[in-house]
T-cell receptor
Framework: DTEVTQTPKHLVMGMTNKKSLKCEQHMGHRAMYWYKQKAKKPPELMFVYSYEKLSINESVPSRFSPECPNSSLLNLHLHALQPEDSALYLC??????????????FGSGTRLTVV | AQKVTQAQTEISVVEKEDVTLDCVYETRDTTYYLFWYKQPPSGELVFLIRRNSFDEQNEISGRYSWNFQKSTSSFNFTITASQVVDSAVYFCALSDYTGGFKTIFGAGTRLFVKA
């Protein structure tokens, strides 16, 4: 299994809603990432988990809350989002972070619209 | 500071033409990694190649080839005999020691291949 699976593929939510994005991989990768990508822009790193521990938070607002329940799962909990948070949210995994960057395996993303 | 520049915003070619996508990077480190990713309209980012700074050998994979020139800090990507399925946004990316091996992406080059 060489895939990163993200659900849902599309999500529309109101500014008062609470929702979660899910990401799963079964490649034995121990580093997992959340990226945000606005239209016609490159991906921007949000969070890095290494061995199920949060290792990097790129000053992301607290309305985004990541969670890594185990080595295969990564969640992104959303609460009180703003319309400008509408974007493609990409999950990725790799053998490890920091050293020997092996390149990422990306999921197909969740296209989020905040209304 | 780390930086990746993809000066070509959009390129349009006719099928079977060869096309080269340019990538220029900046880093002060001697140890770093360069990547190319493809993002088709479906949204997922597909890893194409990883090159470390100590390996300047050019690489060919089918119709794809990469030219790594440390002297000019460039890592260019050539598609030979382009096909419509090559239409996508292509991102060049860099990770280095000073940046904690966080991957930073260039702005991307949108390639249109017309039949």
């Amino acid at each position: 299994d060489t895939e990163v699976t993200q659900t849902p593929k599309h999500l529309v939510m109101g500014m008062t809603n609470k929702k979660s994005l899910k990401c799963e991989q079964h490649m034995g990768h121990r580093a997992m990432y959340w990226y945000k990508q606005k239209a016609k822009k490159p991906p921007e790193l949000m969070f890095v988990y290494s061995y199920e521990k949060l290792s990097i938070n790129e000053s992301v607002p607290s309305r985004f809350s990541p969670e890594c329940p185990n080595s295969s799962l990564l969640n992104l909990h959303l609460h009180a989002l703003q319309p400008e948070d509408s974007a493609l949210y990409l999950c990725a995994s790799s053998h490890r972070d920091r050293e020997g960057n092996y390149g990422y395996t990306f999921g197909s993303g969740t296209r989020l619209t905040v209304v | 500071a780390q930086k990746v520049t993809q000066a070509q915003t959009e390129i349009s070619v006719v099928e079977k033409e060869d096309v080269t996508l340019d990538c220029v990077y900046e880093t002060r480190d001697t140890t770093y990694y360069l990547f190319w990713y493809k993002q088709p309209p479906s949204g997922e980012l597909v890893f194409l190649i990883r090159r470390n700074s100590f390996d300047e050998q050019n690489e060919i994979s089918g119709r794809y080839s990469w030219n790594f020139q440390k002297s000019t800090s460039s890592f260019n990507f050539t598609i030979t005999a382009s096909q419509v399925v090559d239409s996508a946004v292509y991102f060049c990316a860099l990770s280095d020691y000073t940046g904690g091996f966080k991957t930073i992406f260039g702005a991307g080059t949108r390639l249109f291949v017309k039949a």
